[in-house]
């Protein structure tokens, strides 16, 4: 008998149900998310109403208007839906072992002891959908999976949306996802399945029927070894992933794209991604500042630098590429992104002569830089930052780390 492990939580149209639970005229209507205003732009989340209609998310606006005249657009309120998504967190760790939330509309719950039966998973599935229907809105449906890892959990609960209730294990594998194709599967990028297809691995059963030897050989990685041994239901925990970077972009709205305003935005950034990487322990040893101009075009520069934290170095990179940049008199910019690379953990930082006394420790401005972190998680705003910035909240920003 399986030994069930994991439950996966994926919110359904998680912006546009955040929105018609907000605002009870929404409710039973096409609504559309956009990433800017209504005017302009594309769609970036859709209701299940708007997408009965043939809108995705990608969908421009001027389409949405055709394909359904009675559309509603709401300009995205990120803000919003983080303090929902920590809402729907605390309801789900209320009553089960919440293990990890993987993004703002995903979650995952560990299961064990009596949990681990399926009769027992399942139950509690249907009591985390209707804790959070009753607790954090009734507008807010979940399709959930049930599995023996985390992989089978995730797949199972994107079979049957919305409002699902599906499991996975090796009593019903590879049958149950034979209509699927290899690059519905999470973890499948366009490069692995052409190298499935090269190696005559054209569907999940042959996928799910291959040797992880083999596997290892295709993916080139023991990812793959481990990622076939997922799939046929063996307990394969998550590695830690190994940090490579850390940083921010934006997509910046009209007001903020003439250049005195997007530098502002971009300081923002910086901030962001250096307290990032700072309360995760890490340091960086290469800065990189990319920008894409309006109309077109774009430009990019990285700068090298002793393996630091301190957010007031990397604001004076930024200022120096930035005196760069503008010699090129850009007419608006349209994105911003900033990239810390080349980190190591600062416990493995060699001693500097004028950056740290000791192998390892902060030094006098990386401890400054921490205090301020702690003031701003204690008032929960940024009280205190680094000179003058522009807070440019939305969907379309990222923060990325590899």
């Not at 309801?91 to 993987?102: F, G, I, N, P, T």
């Not at 979940?142 to 599995?147: N, P, Q």
């Not at 076939?228 to 970077?245: D, F, M, Y």
């Not at 390892?360 to 205090?371: D, M, S, V, W, Y």
Request: glycine share 6%.
């Amino acid at each position: 008998m399986t030994i069930f492990r994991t439950i996966y939580i994926d919110m359904d149209a998680f912006f546009s149900s955040v929105e018609q639970e907000m605002d009870p005229a929404l409710r039973g209507k096409p609504v559309a998310i956009t990433a800017v205003d209504e005017n302009s732009g594309c769609v970036v989340a859709a209701s299940y109403e708007a997408k009965s209609q043939g809108i995705k998310t990608g969908c421009r606006v001027y389409e949405a208007r055709r394909l359904c005249p009675q559309i509603q657009f709401r300009p995205s309120r990120h803000p919003l839906y983080v303090k929902v998504n920590q809402k729907i967190a605390r309801v789900v760790d209320s009553m089960a072992e919440l293990e990890y939330v993987r993004s703002i509309d995903e979650f995952q719950v560990g299961l064990g002891g009596k949990t681990a039966s399926l009769d027992q998973a399942l139950s509690l599935a249907r009591q985390i959908k209707k804790a959070i229907a009753t607790q954090v809105g009734s507008q807010l449906r979940c399709s959930i999976g049930i599995g023996p890892n985390q992989l089978l959990a995730k797949i199972a609960g994107k079979l049957e949306k919305p409002d699902g209730l599906q499991w996975l294990a090796p009593e019903n594998m590879p049958d149950r996802l034979s209509k699927m194709k290899l690059e519905d599967l999470p973890g499948i990028s366009q490069g692995i399945s052409k190298r499935l297809y090269k190696a005559r691995i054209y569907d999940i059963p042959s996928l799910y029927n291959l040797d992880p030897r083999h596997a290892r050989l295709i993916w080139h990685s023991v990812e793959g070894e481990r990622f076939v041994r997922a799939l046929q239901g063996e307990n394969i925990p998550l590695q830690e992933t190994k940090r490579n970077s850390y940083g921010n972009s934006k997509v910046l709205a009209p007001q903020y794209r003439v250049s005195s305003q997007a530098k502002l935005v971009g300081r923002w950034l910086v901030e962001k991604a250096v307290e990032r990487m700072r309360r995760d322990g890490y340091c960086a040893k290469r800065f990189s500042l990319q920008l894409r101009f309006l109309p077109s075009g774009g430009w990019s520069q990285t700068q090298s630098c002793v393996a630091s934290q301190d957010t007031a170095l990397f604001l004076s990179i930024y200022e120096h590429l930035w005196q760069i940049m503008i010699k090129r008199r850009p007419y608006l910019v349209g994105s911003i992104s900033v990239q810390l690379t080349d980190v190591l953990p600062l416990t493995e930082r060699s001693g500097e002569l004028f950056t740290s006394p000791e192998p390892g420790k902060p030094n006098p401005n990386e401890k400054l830089a921490t205090a301020v972190d702690q003031i701003n998680r204690r008032y929960k705003t940024r009280l205190v930052h680094f000179g003058v910035n522009q807070e440019h909240p939305g969907f379309f920003e990222n923060s990325s780390g590899t």
